[in-house]
């Protein structure tokens, strides 16, 4: 039998979790900075809590446990069983959905979203408003796993939830560009308002129709302008419709100029106004703070449908790589839990993703590689006993070192040094004992020199 | 209908992040001063490599995934319902499994010893021996929820795997010091070997018993002598053996009088011998690195079969809570997944017991609290603008702080503040920014001062 991780599941090694970490570490730094709490959830929760949040896509890519124990009890096995005795393409779904609630109550996350609303919602008697929250986890999808989509991925998502002001929008592109800064990766923000994509719904008539709208435009990308305005044409919106909505996805230009058109098309549709209002705000502000690469992109849609105001996707220039980062404002999450009329604006950074375009363009710190900085080659009992002293000495002035476990010989120790890229060796014999010195090496230029042990740890720091 | 984190499971506040933080920082700290490598593995691994390794009970506790999509074919249905059918409570456990089998082939992890078995056998040839791992992850255990145990948890485990040198349990146990000295936590470090309890049994001539005499040994703590008697009896243990055995439960004293009478009993035992020796040169190299808070307790079992060497376990001193701390060598972990005769050593430190020891005796920092340093007051437009300029500058130089998002009230700006225990507000007003300069307000002593923009920062390191 083979024993394996899970496709679409993950194995990291120690340098993966060098590089991971100066990912999370990071963007955590930078959310500290600007005041964010962390706080983790549990990785499940209640299916009562998940389902339904997604979409019905999204509820069949939710892992489900099986309940503890007898998790079927005799006397419902003949409903079980009909469920399935009766089965075709047209019910499937429902009758899996009906099977699936009677051995299972609980699901792994799908996100850090709905279990944050669920969290504030349950904490809100503690909870200083507004919280500006973050939380670094992983979730789960049951996803087909194939080239740069996992099964088990991490998210970085930070919130400000209870504030109305567009601030909070500024301050979520201000972090955007310090964690990017940080990394050394130039990117583009492109920005937009959910209110701008509902005054076009209204434009044609059609306000009804702002999901089936939004959907077909964020695929723009994608599949390009022709397939975007079939599947609007399937969808039921007619050819006049899509006459008037084509020259706004294929706007070019400045911010500015982009606004000017805006404004003679939707200007006076009262969303729209809001929208645009909306918009200028956060581009004036933001260029106040020294923010220059926003693009208005009034095609972003991102799908969910739980965003109201603005919404924000970040791409890294020049790399064929989808969006690193997204987010935008939703005016009612809470509200699915019993908690209405509470503002929120959040992002999520894609730790894979950003993980990806660092390793392809060579932007991890060069040391990385470095986990322990000295070994200490053990010659024997009595050197070692000797050595443990020196390396604690080291460790609390913050030198990592370790001794090789066992006095084998010289050349088996001196791979293990290289292999793991140690920096340097110490070495230690009877002589240097004696002598209160110790041979350090230097495992890059080769160079040994000898130096008395009240030095060592100023020489390595 | 309410939602609600489940039970057993638990969401963590931004203070309660904060300690957990500190505690899994320390933890962090000390391993990688010794040359400790991270690892993470995935969060659901294959049943195949789950069930089996933690006994039947083990088995039972393991949290099932549902297998995704339409997770029974109408066809197997037969088979699977005929195992509830006819279901009685002999045959409960066998049906459940084979019922499980059917619809699940993945689960949670329980712990992390397992996973880094699967994960050393698959990447063999890339890890340099002698491996030293650490991993801080969730586990899951299907448990009955009550108070201190969960269903979700963290483990903080290191482990040298591929070297025989009891020089890698020393180092350990500098670790344990290492990590509860940082905490300020005082404990005893209880140290056995496996090998003195196998020369037990093989003193009363039951080697083939050596399971059921360290079960039953593991409960002296908590059940008493003569209840482990008693035990020890229903499990085919006679009369005279009992009496053998009761002196060696009994046994008080120094580590040397321990060890002098256990030099009687076992001494000419070929396997007591070894661990009398090995527990020896532990002692010895522990007391040359100055560990001086090893008590040999050779009623220390701790039920996990896979131990063969040394077993070791902390308690903190004066306080009513079981091991903080646990451990052991074993020789052959990776055996279970086909890659034989490689020895290791661990520990794993309890991060849930050492919050609460922490908590209990007041150990946490006096300032985790102190989320973010500075919050700047709102008082405007143009003023918050400002603020901007000036925040970005203080976080430069590492000073966490945040804009109020509106220009609310100031007697609700100061509420949050409060709330949210900053240490300092700065209020800039028309006037201050005329000046360049800003209101400081230190708000646990209250005072307030007009300090110039330029020194800022510097007052604030």
Not at 286 to 305: P, Q, V, Y
Not at 403 to 418: D, H, T, V, W
Not at 437 to 451: D, P, R, S, Y
Request: glycine residues 8%; hydrophobic residues 40%.
């Amino acid at each position: 039998m083979e024993y394996k991780a899970i496709k679409g599941t993950r194995d990291f090694s120690p340098l993966q979790m060098q590089k991971r970490n100066y990912i999370f570490d990071t963007i955590t730094k930078v959310y500290r900075s600007h005041g964010f709490l962390q706080i983790e959830t549990p990785a499940m929760e209640s299916l009562n809590t998940l389902m339904g949040k997604y979409g019905e896509e999204g509820d069949k890519l939710l892992f489900k446990i099986l309940d503890s124990g007898m998790f079927l009890k005799p006397e419902e096995m003949q409903e079980f069983s009909s469920l399935f005795s009766d089965i075709n393409d047209n019910n499937q779904t429902i009758s899996i959905n009906k099977a699936t609630k009677m051995i299972s109550e609980k699901g792994l996350r799908y996100d850090l979203t709905v279990p944050f609303a669920r969290f504030v919602v349950n904490h809100r008697n503690d909870i200083v408003f507004p919280f500006k929250r973050f939380q670094i986890q992983p979730v789960w999808r049951a996803d087909r796993p194939q080239k740069g989509r996992y099964r088990e991925f991490y998210q970085c998502d930070a919130d400000i939830i209870g504030s109305n002001s567009l601030m909070n929008e500024v301050e979520l592109l201000q972090i955007i560009n310090e964690v990017f800064s940080a990394f050394g990766l130039p990117i583009v923000i492109k920005l937009n308002n959910r209110k701008i994509l509902s005054a076009f719904a209204e434009l044609l008539g059609k306000a009804d129709k702002i999901t089936d709208l939004t959907v077909a435009i964020d695929k723009l990308d994608k599949i390009g302008l022709d397939n975007v305005i079939n599947e609007l044409q399937e969808k039921g919106f007619c050819k006049e419709d899509c006459e008037k909505i084509s020259p706004l996805l294929n706007v070019k230009g400045s911010n500015e100029e982009k606004l000017l058109l805006l404004e003679n098309i939707i200007g006076n549709i009262e969303i729209g106004r809001q929208g645009l209002e909306e918009i200028k705000y956060v581009l004036t502000k933001s260029n106040n703070a020294d923010i220059n690469n926003i693009e208005l992109d009034i095609t972003l849609a991102r799908g969910l449908n739980y965003y109201t105001g603005a919404i924000v996707e970040v791409k890294a220039l020049d790399m064929q790589m989808g969006s690193i980062t997204g987010g935008g404002r939703y005016d009612n999450l809470t509200g699915i839990f019993g908690m209405p009329d509470v503002s929120g604006v959040g992002i999520s950074f894609g730790a894979d993703r950003i993980y990806d375009c660092l390793e392809e363009k060579g932007l991890f710190p060069k040391d990385i590689e470095v986990a322990t900085k000295v070994l200490f080659i053990n010659f024997g009992e009595k050197e070692s006993d000797f050595c443990l002293h020196l390396a604690t000495t080291l460790r609390k002035k913050g030198i990592s070192c370790e001794i090789y476990p066992e006095s084998a010989k010289l050349k088996k120790q001196m791979k293990y040094a290289n292999d793991r890229h140690f920096p340097y060796c110490i070495l230690v014999g009877e002589e240097e004992i004696k002598n209160s010195a110790c041979v350090l090496k230097n495992m890059l230029t080769g160079e040994q020199e000898t130096i008395a042990f009240d030095s060592l740890s100023e020489k390595l720091q």
